[in-house]
């Protein structure tokens, strides 16, 4: 029989296996950078760049933060209603883990935060949650299909294929009650709750979905925009390949394969995209676009502890 003590550390060991291992991965990554870069070298990218602009980068990726909050506030009107700073601090704490927990095991905490501090149902709150990826992952790639149109030779064909899937969402809008109905009849009865929750969790309405589509769309293109500069100021050659950068490291981000902190996947995801969108595939150039990628991702994981302090005095709600 196990005495009280183990007992206990096991216990604390299974609570918490998964900060463990995100600081494990996270305190590797930094040695593997040391070892083979150097911080030293690392930093000075950011010195020569200059105060200035890795500030400014800052604050317009913070405040994307704030517009995706207004998204969600939107999205659950009456359970927010006057509550925007408490919203906001769940929100960042699930960024937080979003971004430091591996495989996307961050995004279980939405729900369970949504339902902690408003009350909403757990499956209203991850459909909602799900219809809030599928924007986000089909704003990425809508802006990935820019660049490969504009470099394709058959250009009409291109952009109304790009067309057509830029109005996929409006379609599956407008069919939603079709698409809920032929579920309902084909799911068993005990799954007919579930099914009724996930209407629930969709856009109450045409005007409520075309905003958070905008919201999305402007929320991306912000946040893309902002970081394709930041690599350009890095020295990541062409434009075009300084905009790949960008959106291969944020699909790496919304993507099911993610390690703890967007450890090597984030910056392997800007190095991709990068060399998509036409980087030199030179050994010197990977070298430099492998430093400027990390310092993007070092930017993208300060940028959310920043906005994470912001939400930290917005505590929840006292209750009477």
Known sequence: M????????????????????????????????????GWSSILAQWAAVGALPIMTALILL?????????????????????????LFRVTQVHNLLNIMLPFRAGETSFPLLMRTEFGIPLTRGTSALLVMRLLDLHALLAAAGIGFAIASTHKLIVWLLWIAFLLLPVG????????????????PSKLQQFVAEIENGLPANAPAFARAWAMTVINWLVKVLVLAWALRLMGVLPMAASFGGALGGELSSVLPVHAPGGVGTYPAGITA???????????????????????????????????TAISLPFGRRRKV
């Open 2 to 37: 196990k005495s009280p003590v183990v007992a206990s550390r096991q216990s604390w060991f299974a609570r918490n296996r998964m900060a463990l291992l995100t600081v494990a991965i996270v305190g590797a990554y930094a040695a593997f950078i040391e070892w083979f870069w």
């Open 62 to 86: 913070t405040g994307t933060y704030f517009l995706r909050t207004w998204r969600i506030y939107d999205y659950f009107p009456q359970e927010t209603a006057g509550r925007f700073q408490a």
């Open 172 to 187: 599956a809008f407008a069919a939603r009650k079709s698409l809920v109905r032929l579920a309902a009849r084909l799911l």
């Open 273 to 307: 995209g990068a060399v998509a969108f036409g980087s030199s595939g030179e050994a010197t150039a990977i070298a430099a676009l492998a430093q400027a990628s990390i310092n993007a991702h070092l930017l993208i994981v300060v940028s959310a502890l920043t906005g």
